[in-house]
């Protein structure tokens, strides 16, 4: 988790991803509650320092706070669909760089990962509670849930790469895998594009 923030995390114009790397702190942040009793206290204190940082640094960028304004009032609780998931990634996997920029690819394998789902502790391998120990930190928007957060990126990714496939499907064969791509991409976006039409109401 932290090798992929620091992945994402933008250290120039122009690199990074906040969107992602703010996705795998929200990532740390729930599994360090699950396992907030069990974490040697050194750890526990450096990440829950770690973790306040990048809540500050959040305010630094309007579109994380676009991002959960959307994912807040989505009106739709079911995932996407893993095939029409898969079948995105391979189109967009076997069309670069002919068609799409090798920045695209790491984008769309992140937010269709999985969210990983800590197991929760047995009662007999929990401590007893310690009010000293270092905890995760007060997120103001703990209530978004992170694999929404990921399905939503995945799909309005998806729904912005359709978008600009529909403009050119019809150029001359001067765009070289263009309409092969958009005839490859067809068969999978329309669930992704429902599912999207249906978490945003519209």
Do not use: C
Not at 106 to 114: C, G, I, L, Q, R
Not at 136 to 151: F, L, T
């Amino acid at each position: 988790m932290f090798a992929a923030y620091l992945e994402w995390l933008p250290t120039a114009a122009g690199t990074g991803n906040i969107l992602l790397a703010d996705g795998e702190a929200r990532v740390l942040n729930k599994l360090f509650a699950a396992d907030e009793g069990i974490l040697a206290t050194g750890f526990a204190a450096r990440l829950s320092v770690f973790l306040e940082n990048h809540i500050g640094l959040r305010a630094h960028y309007d579109e994380v706070e676009r991002l959960y304004q959307a994912v807040r009032t989505g009106r739709l609780e079911a995932p996407l669909q893993r095939d029409a998931v898969e079948g995105i990634k391979r189109v967009v996997h076997d069309n670069t760089p002919a068609v799409f920029d090798e920045s695209v690819p790491p984008v769309v394998d992140e937010t269709a990962k999985p969210v990983p789902e800590p197991p929760p502790l047995a009662p007999e391998d929990r401590p007893p509670p310690d009010p000293n120990r270092p905890k995760p930190p007060r997120d103001p928007i703990a209530d978004v849930d992170p694999k929404k957060s990921r399905n939503y990126i995945f799909a309005a990714a998806a729904n912005r790469i359709w978008e600009i496939l529909l403009k050119g499907k019809d150029v001359p064969t001067a765009i070289e895998g263009w309409h092969r791509t958009y005839e490859q991409m067809k068969p999978h976006i329309g669930p992704i594009i429902d599912w999207l039409r249906a978490f945003t109401g519209g």
